[in-house]
């Protein structure tokens, strides 16, 4: 398979725990896009990087939340200190550039955490 | 603000009717407009942009700058075309980079 990979899918942790996701793009794509989902929302935009280079940051993303993609290639989203709130699907896109031209993002399966 | 607004959260048609799932967006300056769908049990993917001003699985889309709506229509519904559907934008000051995604509406075909 291809396309962007997210892993671990599903992950259920205790209030308080600290959690890391990774994402792998696709291998040619420079962008790489962090989203979280509620139940009944759209994505939101959380963070994108262009190659290890973090662009943007949502106010959505507190100081709890941090994201790196050290050698360009994939990315790990960690949050400290979970919170109940903090429970969503955590989508990641990669895109080989960005512009009104380039930026078709492509989405990786997701990775739904639970926070008891 | 910058928003995508789906106002219908549901649309169940039966197979052979027309679809229209609305779109209005607020943003000032020249946002892109995008369509994606999710399949049941799939990723979230691309199903049209209105730059592209193409037709796609037979939905079109056409973005009407004066009511700031991107409408995805399609003449006849078909069962596979039941999934949620996402519009959302890109625009200027973020470099067409981030996307702003409304709520979704889901689409039930009915055979």
């Known amino acids: 398979d291809t396309g962007v990979s997210q892993d671990p899918r599903h992950k259920i942790t205790k209030r308080g725990q600290n959690v890391t996701f990774r994402c792998d793009p696709i291998s040619e794509h420079n962008r790489l896009y962090w989203y979280r989902q509620t139940l009944g929302q759209g994505p939101e935009f959380l963070t994108y990087?262009?190659?290890?280079?973090?662009?943007?940051k949502s106010r959505l993303l507190s100081d709890r939340f941090s994201a790196e993609r050290p050698k360009g290639s994939f990315s790990t989203l960690e949050i400290q200190r979970t919170e109940q709130g903090d429970s969503a699907m955590y989508l990641c896109?990669?895109?080989?550039?960005?512009?009104?031209?380039?930026?078709?993002?492509?989405f990786g399966p997701g990775t739904r955490l639970t926070v008891l | 603000a910058q928003r995508v607004t789906q106002p219908e959260k549901l649309l169940s048609v039966f197979k052979g009717a027309p679809v229209e799932l609305k779109c209005n967006y607020s943003y000032s300056g020249s946002p892109e407009l995008f369509w994606y769908v999710q399949y049941s049990r799939q990723r979230l993917q691309l199903l049209l942009r209105?730059?592209s001003r193409e037709s796609i699985k037979g939905f079109t889309a056409d973005l009407n700058k004066g009511e700031t709506s991107f409408h995805l229509k399609k003449p006849f519904a078909q069962e596979e075309d039941s999934a949620m559907y996402y519009c959302?934008?890109?625009?200027?000051?973020?470099?067409?980079?981030?996307?702003?995604f409304g709520a979704g509406t889901r689409l039930a075909v009915h055979p």
């Open positions: 959302a934008l890109s625009g200027p000051s973020g470099g067409y980079n981030k996307l702003i």
């Open positions: 896109a990669s895109s080989l550039g960005g512009g009104r031209s380039g930026n078709e993002q492509f």
């Open positions: 209105h730059i």
């Open positions: 990087f262009q190659n290890e280079a973090q662009l943007e």
